[in-house]
């Protein structure tokens, strides 16, 4: 059975500070996929990665992928208040299906 | 374009009572997720249906929950007898296609509220 952990569950940082949040999972999988939440709201997808190796950037966000570590990571540079959020990360149980198991999500607070 | 759009928003239902959710999907996108949000586990993959193929069940918490997509777009999810763990957020996705051969990031619809009292 396929498990995704993310770590930490709950950060706190103020602005202007560097962070990561590591996302680990049990099996083989060469996808995986982060998304933002916001309070009340739906998920709104940040990156796709689809191969070891992959690293994707976007704004302040950088996400990378190592397969044979079974890890990902969501790295935060110079954080603003406006990236305050639940993240998650999720991956694919490569069945073709693209059924997504989702990590318990990172609940991030950047204070002013 | 439009987005996922689904219904209704919130829904408040008294134990034993059967509901039904639906989901619009984005036009043309041949797959469709449904996925639930609870505090207690997390987010959930429930069912998935991919055109005209007999649909991926295997998430479905029980017997009482089913789906069905007609004609290839919209889908309803139906919950029979309801209780109060079904309390949750139910969430629709959608993506052009799926297979091995590629990979593309799931739309999600803003959800329904679902409680059960």
């Known amino acids: 059975e396929l498990k995704v952990e993310q770590n930490p569950l709950f950060l706190s940082m103020q602005e202007g500070k560097n962070y990561t949040i590591y996302c680990n999972y049990s099996t083989t999988s060469d996808r995986l996929y982060w998304y933002r939440q916001d309070p009340g709201k739906s998920l709104e997808s940040l990156f796709v990665?689809?191969?070891?190796?992959a690293v994707k950037q976007e704004g302040r966000l950088m996400a990378s992928l190592d397969t044979k570590a079974r890890l990902s990571t969501l790295h935060i540079t110079a954080a603003v208040h406006d990236l305050s959020a639940t993240y998650f990360c999720a991956v694919d149980m490569n069945q073709g299906a693209q059924k997504l198991v989702f990590g318990q999500g990172t609940r991030l607070t950047i204070n002013p | 374009g439009a987005g996922v759009s689904q219904s209704p928003s919130n829904k408040v239902t008294e134990k034993g009572k059967d509901v039904e959710l639906r989901c619009d999907p984005i036009?043309?996108?041949?797959?469709l997720y449904w996925y639930r949000q609870s505090l207690g586990q997390g987010l959930e993959f429930l069912i998935y249906?991919?055109?005209?193929?007999?649909?991926?069940k295997s998430g479905l918490p029980s017997d009482r929950f089913s789906a069905e997509r007609t004609g290839g777009s919209v889908s309803t999810l139906t919950i029979q007898r309801t209780q109060q763990e079904d309390s949750a957020v139910y969430l629709c996705?959608?993506?052009?296609?799926?297979?091995?051969?590629?990979?593309?990031?799931?739309?999600f619809g803003p959800g329904t509220r679902l409680t059960v009292t």
């Open positions: 036009s043309g996108h041949t797959a």
């Open positions: 990665l689809l191969s070891n190796g």
């Open positions: 249906f991919q055109g005209n193929s007999a649909p991926d």
């Open positions: 996705a959608s993506t052009p296609t799926s297979g091995s051969s590629g990979a593309y990031e799931q739309y």
